[in-house]
Structure formats: C-alpha cells, structure tokens
C-alpha cells in the first residue's frame, strides 16, 4: 500500500527554516517510520537522518512524528492512518533534515558525574541485594535518546535546565549501593537549573520509549535537594 | 555547568515545601472545611445553628489553646495561599511573563500578606 509522507527538510547552507516535502512509500502492517525514512532515502540521497539498530537500542533515530517525539524504528506507519509528518527533534538545533545538533544534551548529561564515584580500591566483587538494585534498576535503562528533552517545555523555555535524562542518571547513580559520589553531584541538581527546573509536567515520561520515567526521578531528586538543603542549615 | 564553578543552591526547596503542603491542605483540608461548612448545613445535614458565633469563635480561639484556630486558618487559607502563589509563579513563567525576581516577590509576597492579614483577622 502507498502512503504519504512528510518530511521536514532543512539544508542550513540555502534555507531559512525547515520546509516540508511529500514522498510516497510502501507501508505494511510492519513498516516503521524508520523503513519509511530508508525507503525516502533510496529515492533522495541527499536525505539526512540518525539510525543505527533498528530496534530501541542505540537511541539514535529519535524525530518528531506529527509533532510527538519517538523512536522512528519504534513507531509504524500502521498507527498513522491519515496523515504523517516527520521532522526533527523539538528544542534542539536543526543541523540538516532530521539530525540535530545534541552536544547540549551531552554536556548536561557529563555535568552530573554520571559513573560510579568511589574512593574504595577493592578487587572483590561489589555485591549488590535484589532489594539495593531495585532501587535504581528502572533508571539506569535509558538509552539517551534525548525524547524527554523534546518533550520537556521547560528545556525548550531555559536550555540550561539539566533535563529529564540527565536527573535521572544522576538519581541512578546516587541510589546506587555502590556509590559515594552523591555529594559530588547534589550541587548541580540543588541549582534553579537542576531539579528546580522542573515544573512535573511529566510529558518526558509519557515519550520516554524505555519506560524510565524520568519525571518519578526528578521529583526523587527533589525531595533529596530539600533533604540536602535542611542537612546543610545546621552544617557550619 | 563545569567544575571550577559550584553552581549556586536554589530557594525552592523552601516554596517547594509550602506548595506542597498548602497542596495536601488544598486536596484534604478545604473540601472538608467546604462540606462542613457550606454544604452540610446547606442540605440539612445539621443544624445551622452549629456554626453560631459564640460556638464557632470558641472552636477558634479557646479550643487547644488557640492552636485550633491557628491550625484552621493556616491550612485553608494560608499554607494553600502559597500553593497558589507558586503556581502562578511558575506559571508566568511558562506563559514567559515572568519567573524572575519580580514575579516571586509579588506572588509569594501576596501570598504572605494575605496569610498575615487572616491570621490578623482571627487574632
């Protein structure tokens, strides 16, 4: 069955703002919108989108699809009856068609320290109970597809907000049994930039496509900055 | 954002604490106080001569010391007064009206004297 598509192109060196332009592809009932963009790109190599795995891993072919952030390889053409409209992620500068430029995510994301931090020098193996890994277990699956932050009004409104994904990794890692890192971290997410940003929209957990819940994260997260921030009234 | 410099710790863990506090007042306190007083004595569910003066300016300013009174007026008037006053805050915010200095002095500002001002009223 052929289908339309369109697809917000932008070519930063001759246009102004994104334009759309239609193509027609084959759908069946197991299209994605990814086959959908590799099938446009046959057509017109000059194309330009992220993709790697094809199956929710990688977090690469994240797009607005008529206006939602998802996972292309997640998303079929089957649940798009009427029209379909593929552009670029939301919030983030446009590099050319659907790439975007996400070195302010990845800068939020290093700023939190996002590793084990432990002085400790040990070579015996650091044990965990079912009870100390379910704490943060759900946190550490995200893929760092940078949805939530399509999704997040408040990143679009102040780019130095922290964001969902990078709250939600330092959460992660703070609840972590294994970890000593916490005080290290907590200065970045007691800022107005870091868990305070956040107004629990909760839109960055309705998109995310690994069931994180980033919103339940940093609403963890501000419960420990205000726990943070009476500690240190009667700290010297 | 870097390392060299240790970004500043925020107040909201302050507002944050009275909107979530006023919010539970908001969700728990206020509908009682409305059934209570509005719509039971509205319905006949009892006599309005329960909420005479001299019963409830008693309930007010002897019952537990005055601590009744105090505890009446800070959780329907005051503590959801600051819920509201963040909400509007973080509002103007959103709508890109405001969220700056200016917005929380006048919010929370409203918010306190107008806590200020029913506290006076009971006093």
């Not at chain 2, 007010?60 to 805050?89: E, N, T």
């Amino acid at each position: 069955m052929s289908k339309t598509i369109n697809i917000a192109r932008y070519n930063p060196q001759t246009d102004s703002q994104p334009q759309l332009q239609a193509f027609q592809v084959d759908s069946d009932n197991s299209t994605s919108v990814l086959d959908a963009l590799l099938q446009v790109q046959q057509q017109d190599p000059s194309l330009g989108f992220r993709w790697s795995c094809r199956m929710a891993i990688c977090g690469s072919c994240g797009v607005m699809v008529n206006g939602i952030p998802k996972l292309g390889c997640k998303t079929f053409l089957r649940d798009y009856p009427d029209k379909l409209t593929v552009s670029a992620l939301a919030h983030f500068n446009v590099e050319k068609d659907l790439i975007v430029d996400m070195q302010p995510f990845l800068t939020h994301l290093a700023a939190v320290k996002p590793y084990l931090i432990n002085a400790e020098q040990s070579s015996q193996p650091h044990r965990q109970t079912p009870a100390q890994l379910a704490k943060y277990q759900q946190f550490a699956n995200c893929i760092n597809c940078g949805l939530c932050y399509s999704a997040c009004p408040q990143f679009g409104l102040n780019p130095e907000f922290l964001g969902p994904a990078a709250i939600t990794l330092a959460q992660r890692y703070n609840l972590d049994s294994r970890d000593a890192g916490k005080a290290a971290r907590m200065p970045e997410l007691n800022s107005k930039n870091g868990v305070w940003g956040c107004t629990f929209v909760g839109f960055c957990s309705e998109v995310c496509p690994k069931k994180v819940d980033p919103a339940a994260a940093v609403n963890q997260g501000k419960v420990a900055s205000a726990s943070d921030f009476i500690i240190s009234m009667f700290k010297p | 954002m870097n390392d060299t410099t240790q970004a500043k710790r925020s107040d909201e863990p302050v507002w944050w604490a009275l909107f979530s506090a006023g919010g539970v007042c908001f969700a728990v306190v206020v509908p009682g106080a409305i059934l209570a007083l509005a719509l039971l004595p509205a319905f006949g569910g009892f006599s309005a001569d329960n909420l005479s003066y001299p019963r409830i300016s008693a309930l007010l300013h002897d019952a537990l010391w005055g601590l009744a009174g105090l505890a009446f007026i800070g959780s329907v008037i005051c503590l959801p007064l600051f819920h509201a006053a963040h909400r509007i805050h973080h509002g103007l915010h959103d709508l890109k009206l405001g969220g700056g200095l200016l917005s929380k002095v006048l919010c929370y500002g409203s918010a306190a004297a107008l806590s200020l001002l029913a506290l006076y009223l009971i006093s």
